[in-house]
C-alpha cells in the first residue's frame, strides 16, 4: 500500500480515455463501478469539452455482484454500439472490475458485434494513466492497421508522416499539432494522419501508409511507433521539438527522412526566442537557478532549454514517470545533479525546498509548491489544469512554442532592467528579487524575511544629516555621493552602509566605505 | 405531528390529498453519471476539524477525490488513499498488516488527528478487506488518544451523498447515551456549515430550547448524546441509516419539511419548537424577522425564475426538496425530478407539493434521460460536472449539482443565494451575446 495525498497520474483506464476521447467514431465500454464517471468531468470541465467522453460506462453495483455484471457489461456494450454506431469499439475494466474477472474481451468477442472490438488489459494495480494511454494506442494501432498496405513508390510524389501522440488532456497538445503541422508545410511533407488525435479508426487502418512517422509524445506513441517501425519499416523523428534547438534538430530530422531541403522550415522569421534570450535586458537570467519537474519529455526539454537558450542552472530535475526515467537521469548528469524519480509529491517538495531553486518549473503540484514557499514558478506539464488550456494559440513545440515558453518562464521573475537598478541593495525588502515581481501578487515576500531583513523599521527615505553636523559619520564626499544613488533604494542604501560600518567598527563613512559596504551586500 | 398544531405557512401541503404518496415514480436502471460515496469526504474532512479520512483503495480513488476537491487538495488535507498494489492484491503481504503501517505512519506524521476514518471503497469491498476488524485492532492500539472508525463510500454501495449517510452512521454507535430520566434534547442530523448551524442555533436558543446537538460535530471527539429523550431532525435528505441507527439508540424523528426556502425552514424550525412544546407565538415571533428577510430577498428573485422549466438530474438526493422549494416559493415549473434514491418516508411531505405532471424518476438510464431533456428542453437542468458543459454545447442552460452540495443553502438567511444559484445561469444566458 502506498499512502497518496495526491497522485501525478490517474488509473490507467483514464489514460485510454484520453486516447478515446481524443478519436472519433471510436466508442469506449467500460466495466466499471458508479463513480467512475467522474473521470468525464476531467474532459469537460479542465478541457471544456463540450462533448461527453465516448465512453459508456457498466457501472454495476454491489447487489449485481456474483450475478449478472457479466450481462451488465454485454448490454452496456449492445447499446453503445447501436446508439453510437462507432467504427470500433475498445473495451476494458478500470480497477474494480478487474477483480471480478467477467472478462470483457471474451464477453464482446462471444457478442459478434458489427464493429471491431479492441480488447485492453490494462492492470490497474501496477500500471499507471501515461502506460495506459500508450497501451491503448499501441492495442488500436495493431488491430486496425491494414497490414497489407504496399506503399507508392516515393518517386514523383510528396514524402508522408504520421504524426503520432496527441491525446485529450494533454498539455498544450492542440496546439502544438497547430506548429508541427507548420513545419511540415514548410518542408513539403504531407500528413498521411494524425494520431489519436482527431483520427477515426478507419484513418488508422491507412497507417502503413506514411513514409515515417513523427513521435511527438513518447510517453503515449512510443510504443505504437516501435511496432510501426517493425511492421511496416517506418522509421521515426523522436527528436521532440520544445525549444529552439530542438525544434532545429527536429527539422533537420524530419528534412533528412523526407529528402527535403530544411532551409525555409529553419529560417522561420517568427522565432524570437534566441535575440529575446540574447538582448541585454536577459542577462540578469545568467545563472538563476532553476527546479524543473514534470513528465520526462517536458522535464527533459524544459532542463535543456534552461542551460542552453536561457543560460539557468539546473538545480534540480526530475520526473514522476518511472518508464523514461533513464533519460531523466541521463539530462540530469549533464547538468551535474542526481534526477529525482518519484510519484510523491511531498519527496518533491523536500527536494524543492533543499535545492533552493530561484524559478521552479512543474506541474501544478509544484505550482502550489512554490506558492507556499515563496518562488516564482511556470507550468511545463501535465497533469493538466483548466489554465493549462488557455484560449489563445500557446503550442509548447516549434519556435512558437519557445517564444511562448520564454515569456512563460520569465515573467514571473523580476524583469531584468528593474532587477539591474536594483542589484545593488538587494536585501532591500521591497525590492528584493526575493520580492518578485511587482505585478505578481502571488509573490509578494514572506513575513519571516521582511522580519530578518530590516532590523530597523523601515521609514521614509530620510533627509541626509548635514555631513558637517557633529556626530555624523558621513564625510560630505560620501554624502554627495549617496546622493547619486537612486532615491526608491537611497535609504536601503544609507543604512546598508551604516550597519556595514558599525560592524567593521569604522568612525567615519567615506568613498571607500560606502564602497566597500557595496560589495560587501553584493551577492 | 398533526396539521392542528401547524401553522397557516404548511396547512395547504397539509390539504393535499393523501393519493399523492401513490404517484408513479420512473424507476431507471442503466449507467449512472453520479460520485461515489467517497466524494462526501471533501465536506466531510471541511467540517469534523479534527478527523481524518483514509481511503483503501485504488489510485482511481486518489484520482477521483483530488478531481472532485480541486484546488483544496493543496491545501494540507485531512484525507488520503492508502493505493492497495499488486502485492497487496497477489497476497505477497497481508493487506491487514500493509494497513498497519500505513495508519501508524500517519498517525505519527500527523499528531493533531484525534479520530481516523478507514473508509472503505470498491476495491476493497470487492476483496472483502474486513476494514471493522482492521479499525477495531487499531483503535485498541491508538485509543484513547487516537478513535478509528470505518465506514464504506465504495461506489458499488454508496451514491454521492450517501457517503455522509454512512460516515454518520458509523459515528452513532460511539456517541455517548443520554440518560433515560434526562430532558429531551434536539438533535440536528446532516453536516451544515458553520455559519448556518450557528444561525439554526441562535433560532433555537431563542425559542428555549437550549440543548441541542449536531451530529457530525465540529469536533469529532466532543458527539452529542443520545437516547430516548433524544428528538432528531434531520437538515439533510440523505440520512436514511443515519435515521435508522438513530432510532435503533431510541431516538425519534420529529418530521418536517427539509430546511430549504422561506416554508421549508419554518416548517423545520415550527416541527422542532412543537415538539419541544414551545409556545406557538414566541416561535412564530422568533422566526418573524428570517422569514421576512427571506421573503424580500427572494421577491427579487422571483422574476428570474417564474415560470422557467427546470429538470434535475440524479446526484445529491437533494433534488425533491430542492424541486418542492423552487415550484412552491419562485414559480418554477416541474419538468423531472431525478434522484438516485427516493426516501419515501422521509421525502412525504415534500412530495405531496408536486403536481402531477411532474416526473419524478428514481436511479439512472443516462442515455435515455438525457433523450428526455432533449425532448422536454427544459429552460435550466440540474446536472453533475461530467454532464453540464456538453448540454451546454447543446444549448441547454445547466447548474452544477455539486455547488448546491458545497454552498451553504439551508434556512432563512440562504433562501436567496439558494435561488440566485438557479438565476445566475439563467440571467448570463441573457446576458450574452457572443
Request: include cysteine; glycine fraction near 8%.
Amino acid at each position: 500500500m502506498q499512502l497518496a495525498v495526491w497522485t501525478y497520474e490517474g488509473p490507467p483506464h483514464v489514460g485510454a480515455m484520453r486516447v478515446a476521447t481524443a478519436m472519433e467514431k471510436l466508442h469506449y465500454v467500460l466495466h466499471a463501478p458508479q463513480g467512475d464517471t467522474y473521470a468525464d468531468l476531467l474532459f469537460t470541465m479542465i478541457e471544456r469539452r463540450g462533448k461527453r467522453p465516448p465512453v459508456t460506462y457498466t457501472t454495476f453495483e454491489a447487489r449485481d455482484l456474483g450475478k449478472d455484471t457479466a450481462q451488465i457489461f454485454q448490454d452496456a456494450a449492445r447499446e453503445a454500439v447501436a446508439r453510437f454506431n462507432p467504427q470500433a469499439i475498445i473495451v476494458g475494466a478500470s480497477c474494480t472490475a478487474e477483480l471480478i474477472q467477467d472478462d470483457p474481451a471474451g464477453l464482446s468477442e462471444a457478442m459478434g458485434l458489427p464493429c471491431p472490438v479492441i480488447p485492453l488489459e490494462l492492470p490497474s494495480y501496477q500500471r499507471k494513466e501515461n502506460w495506459g494511454a500508450a497501451e491503448t494506442f499501441y492495442q488500436i494501432v495493431r488491430q486496425l492497421a491494414d497490414k497489407s498496405v504496399v506503399r507508392s513508390p516515393r518517386e514523383g510524389r510528396p514524402a508522408r508522416a504520421n504524426i503520432l501522440g496527441p491525446t485529450a488532456l494533454g498539455f498544450r497538445h492542440r496546439d502544438d499539432l497547430v506548429e508541427i503541422r507548420k513545419i511540415l508545410v514548410q518542408l513539403g511533407v504531407e500528413v498521411n494522419l494524425v494520431a489519436p488525435l482527431g483520427a477515426t479508426p478507419e484513418d488508422i487502418t491507412r497507417i502503413g501508409q506514411a513514409d515515417f512517422n513523427i513521435v511527438l509524445y513518447p510517453e503515449i506513441a512510443d510504443e505504437a511507433a516501435r511496432w510501426l517501425e517493425k511492421t511496416f519499416d517506418q522509421p521515426a523523428v523522436r527528436t521532440i521539438p520544445i525549444g529552439v534547438g530542438a525544434t532545429r534538430s527536429f527539422i533537420a530530422d524530419v528534412a533528412e527522412l523526407a529528402g527535403a531541403d530544411p532551409t525555409p522550415a529553419l529560417g522561420d522569421t517568427s522565432s524570437r526566442m534566441p535575440w529575446w534570450s540574447r538582448s541585454v535586458d536577459s542577462t540578469y537570467l545568467t545563472s538563476k537557478r532553476v527546479f524543473i519537474f514534470g513528465d520526462a519529455t517536458h522535464a527533459v526539454a524544459a532542463a535543456r532549454i534552461a542551460r542552453e537558450e536561457l543560460g539557468f542552472e539546473v538545480c534540480g530535475l526530475g520526473c514522476y514517470s518511472r518508464e523514461f526515467a533513464r533519460e531523466v537521469r541521463a539530462e540530469a548528469a549533464r547538468c551535474g545533479i542526481e534526477a529525482l524519480i518519484t510519484d510523491d509529491h511531498l519527496a518533491v517538495e523536500d527536494a524543492i525546498a533543499a535545492a533552493c531553486p530561484e524559478l521552479v518549473l512543474g506541474t501544478q503540484m509544484e505550482r502550489h509548491i512554490a506558492k507556499r514557499l515563496g518562488l516564482p514558478c511556470a507550468v511545463i506539464s501535465a497533469p493538466v489544469h483548466v489554465q493549462d488550456f488557455p484560449a489563445r494559440h500557446s503550442p509548447q513545440m516549434g519556435f512558437e512554442g519557445a517564444n511562448v515558453i520564454f515569456d512563460t518562464w520569465v515573467h514571473p521573475l523580476v524583469m531584468g532592467l528593474e532587477e539591474h537598478l536594483l542589484t545593488m541593495f538587494r536585501e532591500d525588502f521591497e525590492f528584493s528579487d526575493e520580492a518578485g515581481a511587482s505585478h505578481h501578487a502571488a509573490h509578494s515576500p514572506r513575513k519571516a524575511q521582511v522580519d530578518t531583513v530590516s532590523e530597523a523599521p523601515v521609514e521614509d527615505i530620510p533627509a541626509p544629516a548635514p555631513a558637517d553636523e557633529p556626530g555624523s559619520l558621513w564625510t560630505a564626499e560620501a554624502e554627495r555621493e549617496l546622493k547619486k544613488i537612486p532615491f526608491f533604494v537611497r535609504g536601503k542604501a544609507r543604512r546598508n552602509t551604516e550597519n556595514f560600518a558599525a560592524a567593521e567598527g569604522r568612525r567615519q563613512i567615506d568613498l571607500e566605505t560606502l564602497y566597500d559596504a557595496k560589495a560587501h551586500y553584493a551577492r | 405531528m398533526s396539521a392542528a398544531t401547524l401553522l397557516d405557512g404548511c396547512a395547504a401541503e397539509l390539504a393535499r390529498p393523501a393519493a399523492d404518496t401513490q404517484r408513479p415514480v420512473l424507476r431507471e436502471r442503466g449507467q449512472r453519471e453520479v460520485f461515489c460515496g467517497l466524494t462526501g469526504i471533501i465536506w466531510l474532512h471541511r467540517k469534523m476539524q479534527d478527523a481524518f479520512f483514509l481511503v483503501v483503495g485504488s489510485r482511481t480513488c486518489a484520482h477521483l477525490l483530488q478531481s472532485a476537491a480541486g484546488v483544496m487538495i493543496f491545501a494540507e488535507p485531512r484525507f488520503a488513499t492508502a493505493i492497495m498494489e499488486e502485492r497487496d492484491l497477489a497476497g505477497m503481504v497481508d493487506a491487514q498488516d500493509e494497513l498497519d503501517r500505513v495508519v501508524n505512519r500517519l498517525l505519527e506524521r500527523r499528531p493533531d488527528i484525534r479520530t481516523l476514518f478507514l473508509v472503505g471503497s470498491c476495491p476493497s469491498e470487492v476483496i472483502k478487506l474486513d476494514l471493522a476488524k482492521a479499525a477495531q485492532r487499531l483503535g485498541a492500539v491508538h485509543m484513547p488518544r487516537v478513535r478509528i472508525l470505518n465506514y464504506s463510500g465504495s461506489g458499488i454501495e454508496t451514491t454521492f451523498t450517501q457517503g455522509e449517510d454512512a460516515c454518520l452512521a458509523a459515528l452513532v454507535p460511539v456517541m455517548p447515551a443520554l440518560p433515560a430520566n434526562s430532558a429531551a434534547e434536539l438533535l440536528i442530523v446532516g453536516s451544515l456549515p458553520d455559519i448556518v448551524e450557528d444561525q439554526f442555533l441562535r433560532l433555537f436558543a431563542e425559542m428555549g430550547i437550549t440543548k441541542v446537538g449536531c451530529l457530525p460535530a465540529r469536533n469529532a471527539r466532543n458527539l452529542p448524546s443520545v437516547g430516548p429523550n433524544t428528538r432528531y431532525l434531520l437538515a439533510q435528505p440523505f440520512l436514511g441509516d443515519t435515521a435508522m441507527a438513530l432510532e435503533g439508540r431510541g431516538a425519534k424523528r420529529i418530521e418536517a419539511l427539509f430546511p430549504f426556502g422561506v416554508e421549508g425552514t419554518s416548517d423545520w424550525l415550527r416541527a422542532a419548537a412543537n415538539a419541544f412544546g414551545i409556545d406557538k407565538a414566541l416561535t412564530e415571533q422568533v422566526i418573524a424577522p428570517g422569514r421576512e428577510r427571506a421573503r424580500i430577498a427572494l421577491s427579487k428573485l422571483r422574476p428570474q425564475l417564474e415560470g422557467k422549466r427546470i429538470t434535475f438530474l440524479p446526484d445529491s438526493q437533494l433534488e425533491v426538496p430542492l424541486a418542492r422549494y423552487l415550484q412552491d416559493e419562485l414559480g418554477m415549473e416541474l419538468v423531472e425530478v431525478g434522484t438516485p434514491y427516493l426516501h419515501r418516508a422521509h421525502l412525504a411531505r415534500e412530495l405531496e407539493s408536486f403536481g402531477p405532471g411532474v416526473r419524478i424518476s428514481e436511479g439512472q438510464h443516462l442515455e435515455r434521460q438525457l433523450d428526455r431533456v432533449r425532448a422536454d428542453r427544459p429552460d435550466i437542468t440540474v446536472c453533475g460536472l461530467g454532464l453540464a458543459n456538453p448540454l451546454e454545447g447543446e444549448g441547454l442552460t445547466t447548474k452544477w449539482a455539486i455547488e448546491l452540495v458545497f454552498s451553504p443553502i439551508h434556512g432563512f438567511d440562504q433562501a436567496a443565494d439558494l435561488a440566485e444559484l438557479f438565476a445566475r445561469p439563467l440571467r448570463r444566458r441573457d446576458m450574452l451575446e457572443i
